[in-house]
């Protein structure tokens, strides 16, 4: 079935030093994957998206990379500061579908 | 412009009573979504609404639990007959278009039943 899962569930990286975050997707119809991040208490705030034609994706300290021929999306963090200390999602869209689907998600804890 | 709203933020209800979510998406956005969440997991969707549609409840189940969006007002989640297995945050997310278009959500309500 389909399904949208991430290789750590935590990630503990230094301040300063760049993040990795990755995420597995089982569905190859999927046209828009998203990142988001979630606060303690918090909802979900978008921080970056891609769709399928595209391999990469930057932002600001961000970047998204996709990789179809192995279903995998990483959220790289540049720099990486205590306030990015979160939970991230992964989330997938199949194309014209009305649902995002959401992994688990990955702790990042940054150490100061 | 005000982000999506939800109220109340905690609602504790026992068993056997019912609880109703309230949800003001961003304005001019005419989508609604409902997830809800259990401690350490991912969103679940549950429902997506346009005004005074139900467009998909795949996700809802189908006892005890409803949703509208009425054409004034706020979207508004309602769980009959509580148990403590509906116990999590349910967020609302919004949007201007639907399907790939970025959800905006809000900052949940969650719900303690005892």
């Known amino acids: 079935g389909e399904s949208v899962g991430l290789h750590l569930p935590t990630l503990s990286v230094q301040e300063g030093d760049n993040s990795i975050i990755n995420c597995a997707y089982s569905n190859s119809a999927s046209a828009y994957f998203i990142w988001y991040k979630q606060e303690s208490g918090k909802g979900p705030q978008f921080i970056i998206d891609?769709?399928?034609?595209?391999d990469k994706r930057q932002g600001q300290r961000v970047t998204v990379l996709l990789n179809k021929t192995v279903k995998h999306l990483s959220l790289q963090i540049a720099a990486t500061q205590p306030g990015d200390s979160a939970v991230y999602f992964c989330?997938?869209?199949?194309?014209?579908?009305?649902?995002?689907?959401f992994g688990a998600g990955t702790r990042l804890f940054v150490k100061a | 412009n005000a982000g999506v709203m939800q109220n109340p933020r905690h609602l504790v209800r026992r068993r056997g009573q019912e609880a109703r979510l309230r949800c003001s998406p961003m304005k001019g956005h005419s989508h609604v979504y409902w997830y809800r969440q259990l401690p350490e997991e991912g969103l679940k969707f549950m429902v997506y609404l346009q005004k005074e549609n139900i467009i998909d409840e795949s996700g809802m189940p189908k006892e005890r639990f409803s949703a509208e969006f009425p054409k004034e007002g706020p979207s508004i989640l309602r769980i009959q007959q509580v148990v403590r297995g509906d116990s999590a945050a349910y967020f609302c997310?919004?949007?201007?278009?639907?399907?790939?278009?970025?959800?905006?959500f809000g900052p949940g309500t969650r719900l303690l039943v005892l």
């Open positions: 891609i769709r399928s034609n595209m």
């Open positions: 989330a997938e869209n199949y194309d014209g579908g009305f649902k995002t689907i």
């Open positions: 997310a919004s949007s201007p278009q639907r399907s790939q278009e970025t959800q905006y």
